[in-house]
């Protein structure tokens, strides 16, 4: 798919929280088309942050912030903790859970993660930063449990010296 590569001159991608959660992601997880597919599916767990530029590039602009979908790993398999290392180190979670809202009704979720180099509890802190969103609700207000909070994801990743 060479569309990443092929998007209008002067094309930015820089949708909001809002957008990310409840227009690409429910789409994604609702298996529906996305009008312009400029994000890619990616295996966040085998590949390291400075390969993603490459991977997730959108046109030939440079760019400090990378979107791709990814399904959440799970460390255990009958478990529900999340495996989030790498080759290279591991991302670690930071700070609380930020909800987001469209018209005033909670549609998801972003968390923060650090990238750090080597294993825990011993990493060395990089800039490597990622925003995860997930659903919080389907169409109807239900919890989505079983689909979204433990199989889908769609990260934000940036660096933070840029």
Not at 15 to 32: F, G, I, M, S
Not at 51 to 70: A, P, R, T, V
Not at 97 to 121: E, Q, W
Request: charged share 30%; glycine share 6%.
């Amino acid at each position: 798919m060479d569309a990443f590569s092929h998007v209008p001159p002067g094309f930015r991608f820089h949708p909001t929280d809002e957008e990310l959660v409840d227009y690409y992601l429910r789409k994604k997880v609702a298996l529906k088309k996305i009008d312009l597919d400029v994000i890619k599916d990616i295996d966040l767990y085998k590949i390291e942050p400075w390969d993603l530029q490459e991977q997730c590039k959108i046109g030939n602009e440079e760019q400090n912030e990378w979107y791709f979908f990814s399904h959440k790993d799970k460390k255990y398999p009958t478990g529900t903790r999340t495996n989030r290392a790498t080759t290279a180190g591991f991302w670690k979670a930071t700070g609380r859970d930020k909800p987001i809202y469209v018209k005033n009704c909670l549609v998801g979720m972003r968390k923060t993660l650090v990238f750090y180099r080597g294993r825990a509890p011993n990493g060395q802190k990089s800039d490597w930063i990622m925003h995860e969103y997930r659903l919080e609700t389907n169409e109807y207000g239900a919890p989505q449990v079983s689909l979204c909070t433990s199989a889908c994801m769609l990260p934000r990743i940036q660096t933070s010296d840029t």
